[in-house]
């Protein structure tokens, strides 16, 4: 059964910093990881998707990677601003189904 | 920017009753995919539709769910007899080439289910 965590549960930050957000899992026979980011009260919306293959992706001042063999992957804010104030989760993309994490709460501070 | 959408934004239920939970996917999507998130968890697949039949479920999605296109445009979810934990929010996602692809799911709003 896959197991998905991200730590820290939360974290603030003024603006500017530079930050990254963690995922671990057990289970490494996936298709791909996908961070998200989720708005209070709103859907999901996807950020980066990363294939099995790979190691990681960029968008912007966003960076993913993903090293199946420690099943980690990261989450790498660059120059962080108030409007990426968010939760942010991970989910791995499994065999069997879609497993995600509970998330990481971000609080850029101006 | 085509989108995802979903109605009600909140339906307010007593338990035993049925619920229809409707969404709109991305009008050239051919996966569609229902999750839920009870207030504080995680978000849980439910399940993918395929083809007019469903391809993958959980173990949440037992005989009370049910999924249906009932038209070209519409995706729902019932829920047959509503129980008290089954009051989370509920999401829609869709997409081109399916889970295992490199494609991206795009989400609706969500559907916020109180069950009384």
């Known amino acids: 059964k896959q197991e998905v965590t991200q730590i820290p549960a939360a974290l603030s930050v003024p603006e500017g910093e530079n930050l990254v957000l963690n995922c671990s899992f057990t289970d490494s026979a996936i298709y791909n990881l996908q961070w998200f980011r989720q708005d209070p009260g709103k859907g999901l919306t996807s950020l980066l998707l990363i294939q099995s293959s790979q190691r990681e992706q960029t968008s912007g001042r966003l960076n993913a990677s993903l090293d199946k063999s420690s099943g980690r992957s990261t989450l790498y804010i660059a120059a962080s601003q108030p409007g990426d104030s968010a939760t942010y989760l991970c989910a791995l993309g499994g065999y069997q189904k879609v497993t995600f994490g509970i998330g990481t709460k971000l609080q850029v501070i101006p | 920017e085509p989108e995802v959408t979903q109605t009600p934004s909140h339906q307010v239920t007593q338990m035993g009753q049925e619920v229809i939970l409707r969404c709109v996917p991305i009008?050239?999507?051919?996966?569609f995919y229902w999750y839920r998130q009870i207030l504080g968890q995680k978000v849980e697949f439910l399940v993918s539709f395929y083809n007019n039949e469903i391809s993958e479920k959980s173990e949440i999605f037992d005989d009370q769910f049910s999924v249906e296109r009932p038209d070209g445009s519409n995706f729902t979810l019932k829920i047959r007899s509503t129980k008290l934990e089954d009051s989370a929010m509920y999401f829609c996602?869709?997409?081109?080439?399916?889970?295992?692809?490199?494609?991206?799911?795009?989400f609706g709003p969500g559907t916020r289910l109180t069950v009384l």
């Open positions: 996602a869709s997409n081109l080439a399916g889970r295992r692809s490199t494609d991206t799911q795009y």
């Open positions: 009008s050239n999507h051919l996966y």
